[in-house]
């Protein structure tokens, strides 16, 4: 067990780099991006570019495992997205961000497969939810001090690219140095309409709904609190205590969604948010004591829904099908999130910077109202098929893997409870 930790601990490590640097990137491009002038509907492709790279590396990163190994694609992908973060600074025009936000998010989407890949081959069917449960806190914590670097120097300035460089840079050392073996070939993720749909339509639009509101939150909701005249210690406290909500309200509501028809509660929570949407529309720019209120609610009740909509699906299939089942769920998030960040920019410049939560209202609203038609039409799941809810980071469809709510396959039955500290891998020498 004591080898499985110090293992865990390094990919842990690596993973809490990316994610906060990752994080403060996204934030810190949309700031950045409307200091210097760029259209809003740009800053917005900023995003949705991004998706389109991480759904593209979701399907091509694992070719490029299989044919060179864990460590050395990681070590590409990585240097990559790191002189991605540096190339920024140095080209500020609009097309090449929007070039470089796909390379990042194709990056990024190989960079998690890898990781979550290598804690799945460690972790045996008794530590899953014990695994997930701190690559879950290691995901908030991470992200939570990747939005409060925004305020560590001016984001007009080079610093803070300089900070997610490094900060990506320094996931490559406890990968690089690990000495265990490399886990299995990684699966390409696929994304099933059909099977989605036919499993579970709520689960589907309820995904598709929160990537393309909670995107369009990611891509240009710091540019929202910008244009009310905030400074940049404030657009970082907005973000970072949406972040905390979200991770306050994954455990209540879980327990809630366990206890009574899941449907119930995912209308109820996309209900809200839409009402703390149309909180933020309404009163956001009038104080910013108004503003955090608003942006705790939306964090509160925004960032839960895909996990429940998850849970939800899950209820409905067979337990062998719960890891493609949930990967194809994130896949159509991304989906999701190409489009929200395009229509919410739109909306802000017809109608100004309250018509991003006009955009997040509407889509939640549009939720809860498909909900109720859903209750209506079909019966709750049995509730001897209901699975406990977990939390799970929105990382790479590979983290499905270490969830325990799937059916362990006969490899995850005959996997070690110890791992090898030597390997016969050329990769490893």
């Given at each position: 067990?004591?080898?499985?930790?110090?293992?865990?601990?390094?990919?842990?490590?690596?993973?809490?780099?990316?994610?906060?640097?990752?994080?403060?990137?996204?934030?810190?491009?949309?700031?950045?991006?409307?200091?210097?002038?760029?259209?809003?509907?740009?800053?917005?492709?900023?995003?949705?570019?991004?998706?389109?790279?991480?759904?593209?590396?979701?399907?091509?990163?694992?070719?490029m495992?299989?044919?060179?190994?864990?460590?050395?694609?990681?070590?590409?992908?990585?240097?990559?997205?790191?002189?991605?973060a540096?190339a920024?600074?140095?080209a500020?025009?609009?097309?090449?961000?929007?070039?470089?936000?796909?390379?990042?998010?194709?990056?990024?989407?190989?960079?998690?497969?890898?990781i979550?890949?290598?804690i799945?081959?460690?972790?045996?069917?008794?530590?899953?939810?014990?695994?997930?449960?701190?690559?879950?806190i290691?995901?908030?914590?991470?992200?939570?001090?990747?939005?409060?670097?925004?305020?560590a120097?001016?984001?007009?300035?080079?610093s803070?690219?300089?900070?997610?460089?490094?900060?990506?840079?320094?996931?490559?050392?406890?990968?690089?140095?690990?000495?265990?073996?490399?886990?299995?070939?990684i699966?390409?993720?696929?994304?099933?309409?059909?099977?989605?749909?036919?499993i579970?339509?709520?689960?589907?639009?309820?995904?598709?709904?929160?990537?393309?509101?909670?995107?369009?939150?990611?891509?240009?909701?710091?540019?929202?609190?910008?244009?009310?005249?905030y400074?940049?210690?404030?657009?970082?406290?907005?973000?970072?205590?949406?972040?905390?909500?979200?991770?306050?309200?994954?455990?209540?509501?879980?327990?809630?969604?366990?206890?009574?028809?899941?449907?119930?509660?995912?209308?109820?929570?996309a209900?809200?948010?839409?009402?703390?949407?149309?909180?933020?529309?309404?009163?956001?720019?009038?104080?910013?004591?108004?503003?955090?209120?608003?942006?705790?609610?939306?964090?509160?009740?925004?960032?839960?829904?895909?996990?429940?909509c998850?849970?939800?699906?899950?209820?409905?299939?067979?337990?062998?099908?719960?890891?493609t089942?949930a990967?194809?769920?994130?896949?159509?998030?991304g989906?999701?999130?190409?489009?929200?960040?395009?229509?919410?920019?739109?909306?802000?410049?017809?109608?100004?910077?309250?018509a991003?939560?006009?955009?997040?209202?509407?889509?939640?609203?549009?939720?809860?109202?498909?909900?109720?038609f859903?209750?209506?039409?079909?019966?709750?799941?049995p509730?001897?098929?209901?699975?406990?809810?977990?939390?799970?980071?929105?990382?790479?469809?590979?983290?499905?893997?270490?969830?325990?709510?799937?059916?362990?396959?006969?490899?995850?039955?005959?996997?070690?409870?110890?791992?090898?500290?030597?390997?016969?891998?050329?990769?490893?020498?």
């Open positions: 067990m004591g080898k499985v930790i110090r293992i865990l601990a390094a990919l842990l490590i690596a993973a809490f780099f990316l994610i906060a640097g990752n994080g403060l990137q996204g934030t810190l491009l949309a700031v950045r991006g409307n200091l210097e002038g760029f259209p809003l509907l740009m800053v917005g492709f900023l995003m949705s570019a991004y998706f389109a790279g991480f759904i593209g590396g979701c399907r091509i990163a694992p070719l495992v299989k044919r060179v190994g864990h460590i050395r694609s990681f070590t590409a992908l990585a240097s990559i997205a790191s002189a991605a540096l920024y600074a140095l500020v025009y609009p097309a090449v961000w929007i070039g470089l936000r796909i390379i990042t998010g194709f990056c990024m989407a190989g960079l998690y497969m890898i979550e890949s290598w799945n081959e460690n972790a045996t069917n008794e530590r899953r939810g014990r695994i997930l449960s701190v690559y879950r290691t995901d908030l914590v991470a992200a939570t001090l990747g939005q409060a670097l925004l305020a120097a001016d984001p007009t300035m080079f803070l690219f300089a900070i997610v460089s490094i900060l990506i840079s320094l996931a490559l050392v406890p990968v690089a140095l690990t000495n265990s073996a490399q886990p299995r070939p699966a390409s993720a696929r994304l099933d309409l059909e099977k989605l749909f036919r579970s339509p709520l689960a589907a639009v309820g995904c598709l709904c929160v990537g393309a509101a909670n995107g369009a939150f990611w891509a240009v909701g710091a540019v929202y609190v910008q244009q009310l005249g400074d940049v210690r404030t657009i970082a406290v907005f973000m970072t205590t949406a972040v905390i909500a979200g991770a306050l309200s994954q455990w209540p509501l879980g327990l809630a969604s366990d206890t009574v028809d899941r449907r119930i509660i995912i209308i109820l929570v209900s809200l948010c839409a009402a703390s949407g149309a909180f933020l529309a309404a009163a956001g720019g009038t104080s910013s004591e108004m503003l955090l209120y608003g942006a705790f609610a939306f964090g509160f009740t925004a960032m839960p829904i895909f996990g429940l998850v849970a939800h699906a899950n209820d409905r299939a067979e337990p062998h099908e719960y890891v089942l990967a194809s769920l994130l896949l159509l998030y989906v999701g999130a190409v489009i929200g960040p395009v229509m919410a920019p739109l909306a802000m410049g017809a109608f100004g910077p309250h991003l939560f006009m955009h997040t209202a509407a889509t939640y609203a549009l939720l809860a109202i498909f909900g109720l859903r209750v209506f039409l079909r019966d709750p799941a509730r001897s098929n209901r699975e406990t809810y977990v939390s799970v980071p929105r990382t790479s469809p590979t983290v499905f893997e270490i969830d325990p709510r799937g059916e362990p396959s006969p490899e995850d039955d005959a996997a070690p409870t110890e791992v090898e500290t030597e390997t016969t891998s050329t990769e490893n020498k």
